[in-house]
C-alpha cells in the first residue's frame, strides 16, 4: 500500500482545513486507518483513527470536538476534517493503515505510512 497525504498548508488560527489519504496499489477498505501528528523537538503522537466500516472513531483528547476523522471505501480515501485550529495543532500529519480492522492508538500496530503534510498555524 502507498499512502499520499494531502491538504496541508499555513491557516491562521481559529481556521480550518481538510486532510486526505489516499491509497494506491492496493485498497485498504478493510483496515482501519489512523492519523498521527509530529511537531518539531516531539514525539510523533495519535489523533484520531477509524475502523474499517466507519462505525468506531477515536480522539484525541485535544482535538475531540475539532477534528473529525471520515473515510470513502469506494474513493480509497480517508479524510481529517479540522476546525478551531490552534497553534498547538502546527505539525507533520501523517496517515498511515492499522494492521487490524479495528484500530489502535500505538505508532507499532501500523503498518504502512503516508509521506507527511506539513500544517502550519499561525498569524
Known amino acids: 500500500v502507498q499512502l499520499q497525504a494531502s491538504g496541508g498548508g499555513l491557516v491562521q488560527p481559529g481556521g480550518s482545513l481538510r486532510l486526505s489519504c489516499a491509497a494506491s496499489r492496493r485498497t485498504f477498505s478493510n483496515n482501519a486507518v489512523g492519523w498521527f501528528r509530529q511537531a518539531p523537538g516531539k514525539e510523533r503522537e495519535f489523533v484520531a483513527h477509524?475502523?474499517?466500516?466507519?462505525?468506531?472513531?477515536v480522539y484525541e483528547d485535544s482535538v475531540k470536538g475539532r477534528f473529525a476523522i471520515s473515510r470513502d471505501r469506494g474513493k480509497n480515501t480517508v479524510y481529517l476534517q479540522m476546525e478551531n485550529l490552534n497553534p498547538e495543532d502546527a505539525a507533520v500529519y501523517y496517515c498511515?493503515?492499522?494492521?487490524?480492522?479495528?484500530?489502535?492508538?500505538?505508532?507499532?500496530?501500523?503498518?504502512?505510512w503516508g509521506q507527511g503534510t506539513l500544517v502550519t498555524v499561525s498569524s
Open positions: 498511515a493503515v492499522h494492521r487490524s480492522s479495528v484500530g489502535s492508538r500505538m505508532t507499532k500496530d501500523y503498518l504502512y
Open positions: 477509524i475502523s474499517w466500516n466507519g462505525g468506531t472513531r
